[in-house]
T-cell receptor, first 113, second 115 residues
Framework: AQSVTQLGSHVSVSEGALVLLRCNYS??????LFWYVQYPNQGLQLLLK??????LVKGINGFEAEFKKSETSFHLTKPSAHMSDAAEYFC???????????FGKGTMLLVSP | EAGVVQSPRYKIIEKKQPVAFWCNPI?????LYWYLQNLGQGPELLIR????????DSQLPKDRFSAERLKGVDSTLKIQPAELGDSAVYLC?????????????FGPGTRLTVL
């Protein structure tokens, strides 16, 4: 079994501020972890993914995430928010025993000037 | 490279009517997924195809939902009859491998409103 919990349905930051979106997962075997972004009226786009190896993963648009096994977390960060980052962000998990992606409920990121 | 194409983008129907959604995946992608996304929720898998074979349809409500992927390329998802609770966004995605670590590429979705 696998599941994802995203803390906070909405996160508000000012332009230039640090972005932190939280994701905790549950998986009975080593997980594969993903962050997707969804802009209004568009499909989901992959930001980054963790499969094996280095636990700090860098993605597109300046985002990165760190896999912490002891905390079962995969939080998404960006040092400085841009207005264009405003979107909904989804954390997802899969594993070798269950290849289907299980998504969290999403976090809407709001960026103010 | 063209992305995943879905049509229609929006559909409004009355309850008990049938509806169909069409998806054209990225060329060469053998794996195709249909997801349901309710408002304020993440996508939930309805069905996964490897070529023309449905390999995971455990979450597809088979009493009213059906899907097909003839020739292992395009796919159609059908609901008959539609219910009020079916109002949601239906997303199609494709990937070039069936491994759990493969990136899935999503289409823009079809927003269904059932009145």
């Amino acid at each position: 079994a696998q599941s994802v919990t995203q803390l906070g349905s909405h996160v508000s930051v000012s332009e230039g501020a640090l972005v932190l979106l939280r994701c905790n997962y549950s998986s009975s075997v080593p997980p594969y972890l993903f962050w997707y972004v969804q802009y209004p009226n568009q499909g989901l786009q992959l930001l980054l993914k963790y499969t094996t190896g280095a636990t700090l993963v860098k993605g597109i648009n300046g985002f990165e995430a760190e896999f912490k096994k002891s905390e079962t977390s995969f939080h998404l960060t960006k040092p400085s928010a841009h207005m264009s980052d405003a979107a909904e962000y989804f954390c997802a998990v899969s594993n070798s025993g269950y290849s289907t992606l299980t998504f969290g409920k999403g976090t809407m990121l709001l960026v103010s000037p | 490279e063209a992305g995943v194409v879905q049509s229609p983008r929006y559909k409004i129907i009355e309850k008990k009517q049938p509806v169909a959604f069409w998806c054209n995946p990225i060329s060469g992608h053998n794996t195709l997924y249909w997801y349901l996304q309710n408002l304020g929720q993440g996508p939930e898998l309805l069905i996964r195809y490897e070529n023309e074979e449905a390999v995971d349809d455990s979450q597809l409500p088979k009493d009213r939902f059906s899907a097909e992927r003839l020739k292992g390329v395009d796919s159609t998802l059908k609901i008959q009859p539609a219910e009020l609770g079916d109002s949601a966004v239906y997303l199609c995605a494709s990937s070039d491998g069936q491994g759990p670590y493969n990136e899935q590429f999503f289409g823009p979705g079809t927003r269904l409103t059932v009145l």
